[in-house]
């Protein structure tokens, strides 16, 4: 109930709309409850007599009343209709604004076609709810409650006669009340399961395809949709015993009326047009109870949809600003790590122990073999995450005393994968500040090396670059990426493996861009080929959570240590196979060749296995 309750305080700004709709739909209900007692005095005194006047004036109230029924019907359903929309609307937006508060933790731990099968299957439940049961609940309450008046106002002894059913319905209501809303919220997770597959699937599409796993992927998605069809079934069964039930009951008590009725009439005791008139209200009192129950059924499912909503709106930010956090003064770009620990499961620390001190306007390079931690480590400057142990300051504060937003506001991040979203290629440039003129979207975009093609596209800066810009080379959204930093114009500039996978000439372009963007910045570059890192003020060797080397790299050659044999091994070519090498030594050749190749995922196991347990870390 406490579901409910919630869901009722997004309705409480509209009260004065559902206070008119209320009005408006009590009226139409009770104007419903005219027809049986016209008819009754027609039976009893118009076709007795036979008098055509008294049934010309009979017939004209009906029209009247008719009419007035469907302008305050109209009324009413068009009031609550707009609010039971609003009411979602308003609940969608909520959650997904919600949504964006939460930490990436989060993210990490849900998978995306559940949050978006509750955003859109679960709060589609709630509207149907709010928008249409609950509409039909009142009605049909109204309606129940103005029919019983009646009946007990022709006569009591069929109306307790006819009441009777009432306890065999209520006991059959909590019965399968209950267990509908089981159902219906496991068929809500097999939606979710559903959701989850497609989601993969179609972002995925590419490795599916080349990898020729349509078939599997076909039968994964069946195998999910024959659940979802299962568990659904259940409810199906489970409604279709239901509402059949209820009807029973409530026409075998008709049939006890007729039957008691008719000897009433005959006996004298009430007139042929009260026996009429009472089976009407008994038939208008039996339609609202089946309805209801069926209403009842049907707002348990909603229930059930309402508190996975409300799950997600009960998820709490994993970062907190602390009360009186201030705003980041512009930043200049001096970076400490003091004492910095950090795991994602605490079985398995990711960073032990960093201590860094990053002069502004240097280049950090940051290098070792993968899940050393050096995402993570970047991670935590713009405060993705909090370490769990020591402090990140950046000139002088911790960053958990500034507000999360300026923070963000000054660090600028070109990831590996480039995410551009489904708009035009200005759009996304744009999105590093909005409010950014033309001008200045074409000078960030000439600085990233991007004005050329995006000036060769037949729409130019208006282009669309479809989903995930699908339309556009790597290369190409990786140049706009940049240009999106550019335009931010940030004091710490985060690039996590930009030039990786990109063929030669997008290589240099996209480097020439990032040499720009650096320039009087303090940057952590993140990179695998260490090509790319010579000219770093600062190379950081991560193994192991911990950091194992720190100097230029001339220093580091001239050491002799890690980073030297790392560097050694990616530019000396191994040695050629002999044709006639025996097979054991053959076997070994080739997993050397397969780990010397490999330099984006991986590093030779001989020196891996000197500092780092071989655990899978981020």
Known sequence: MRSLSRLLGYMRPYWKRLLISAICLTVASLLSLVLPWVLRDLIDSAFVVQDFTLLNRIVGSLIVVFVVQMIFGYANGYLLAWVGERVVADLRTHLYRHLL???????????????????????????????????????????????ITMLFVINWRLTILTLMVAPLVAVAVFLFSRKLRNISTEVQDRLADVATVLEETISGVRIVKSFTQEGHETERFTRQVERNFRTAMQRARARAIFLPLITFLAFMALTAVLWYGGHEVISGRISPGDLVAFLFYAVMVAGPIAAFTGLYAQFQEALGATARVFELLDAQPELQEIRGARPMPPIKGLVHFQGVCFDYDPRDEVLRDINLMVIPGDIVALVGPSGAGKSTLVNLIPRFYDPDKGRVIIDGLDIRAVRIKSLREQIGIVPQETLLFGGSIRENISYGRMSASDREVIAAAKAANAHDFIAALPDGYHTLVGERGAKLSGGERQRIAIARAILKDPRILILDEATSSLDTESERLVQEALDRLMHGRTTFVIAHRLSTVNNADVIIFLADGRIMEKGTHDELMARGGLYHRLYSMQFTSPPKMP??????????EAQDKRSLASPDEGYPYTILSEWTSGKPRR
């Open 101 to 147: 508060q939460l930490s990436l933790r989060f993210f990490s731990e849900r998978r995306v076609g559940e949050i978006m099968s509750r955003v859109t299957n679960d709060v589609s439940v709630v509207q149907t709810a709010v928008a249409s049961n609950f509409v039909g609940l009142v009605q049909q309450v109204v309606t129940l409650c103005g029919g």
């Open 579 to 588: 044709s006639a090498m025996p097979a054991a030594t053959v076997g070994k």
